[in-house]
């Protein structure tokens, strides 16, 4: 089956950066739109930002000028690049992926999350 192991989180303080990475491992599979979403204490769970597998973004309004998402194909990897963090975007990050595994036909997977906390 497939995993998606999350990593990068953490501590950092007001106007600092953190880069987020998400590998997809396991089975045959082939990797279509990859996103990044987050979820504060007490809030929903809302988009930060997508990729397709072309490349084409998409971002929050929220984060755009500040967060880049991107993605290596080559080994399966989504990648957030967090500028001018906001004390306000503290949160636990979630990697999800959609995806053709072998067999089973079009899935869709979620990351078990990472925390990143902006705080002085």
């Known amino acids: 089956q497939v995993q998606l192991a999350e990593s990068g989180g953490g501590l950092v303080q007001p106007g600092g950066s953190l880069r987020l990475s998400c590998e997809a491992s396991g089975s045959a599979f082939s990797i279509n739109t990859m996103g990044w979403y987050r979820q504060a204490p007490g809030k929903q769970r809302e988009l930060v930002g997508t990729?397709?597998?072309?490349?084409?973004?998409n971002y929050a309004d929220s984060v755009k000028g500040r967060f880049t998402i991107s993605r290596d194909n080559a080994v399966n990897t989504l990648y957030l690049q967090m500028n001018s963090l906001k004390p306000e975007d503290t949160a636990v990050y979630f990697c999800?992926?959609?995806?053709?595994?072998?067999?089973?036909?079009?899935?869709?997977?979620w990351g078990q999350g990472t925390q990143v906390t902006v705080s002085s």
């Open positions: 990729i397709t597998k072309g490349g084409s973004t």
């Open positions: 999800h992926a959609d995806l053709f595994v072998y067999v089973l036909g079009k899935r869709d997977y």
